[in-house]
């Protein structure tokens, strides 16, 4: 006996797959995948609070303008938090927090970095200088001295780290000229432009400098 063909049930097609059924695919897949993440952020606050987020604090020596720091810190924190947050050494600002700036220099075994993008675990046991250290006892650094002669300062948010990076660059280059300091202090921006009294100011401090002499308050 001969079964009759249901002629309801469509054939069972083959062919290449279409736009529209890789669209309507696609759409299944994304919605899943938001349903899930809404599943697991609607977790109890139990659960929340047992996940692992990362690494804890581990110890951090700090060598710091000649005093040594002792201090817990999580791997990520950095050099210019572990300082402004947990040593109140605030010379150092936090602008662009981008290493793009200069606010933020310090000078770490002799070379000027970007305070903001050098982990704290990175200094450990390395010798940090920050704007502080450079006037010990209430005398000026000749570079301080020279850029109030010079009015290099305004707002006063770039000062601490041009300052740094100024006595940085003359530890390495004793005797400047103008196009040596332009291209010297080309990591260091001022949104006041203070830009021609900051380079009168280190080529002034590169002459008192060879005398060795400080400037008193």
Known sequence: MKRKKDKSRKPATHGPLTRRDFLRGAGVAVSTGLLATQAAASGSPDEAAGAVVGPGETPVTLRINGK????NLEPRVTLLDAC???????????????????ACTMIVD???????????????????????GLAPEGRLHPVMAAF????????????????????????KHPNPTMKDVE?????????CGTY?????AVLEAAKT?????????
């Not at 040594?68 to 201090?71: A, E, G, Y």
């Not at 400098?209 to 308050?217: D, F, I, Q, R, T």
């Open 196 to 200: 021609v009294g900051i380079r009168q």
């Open 110 to 132: 002799g070379k000027p970095v970007y305070s903001c993008t050098v982990l704290a675990i990175e200094a450990d046991g390395r010798s940090v200088t920050t704007i502080e």
């Open 148 to 171: 109030v002669d010079h009015d290099a300062q305004q707002c006063g948010f770039c000062t601490p780290g041009f300052v740094v990076a100024c006595k940085a660059f003359l530890d």
């Open 68 to 71: 040594t720091h002792r201090l």
């Open 209 to 217: 400098m060879k005398g060795g002499s400080h400037a008193k308050v």
């Open 183 to 191: 291209r010297g202090l080309g990591g260091n921006l001022c949104r």
């Open 84 to 102: 402004r947050n947990h040593l109140d050494i605030t010379g150092a600002k936090r602008v662009c927090d981008r290493a793009t700036c200069g």
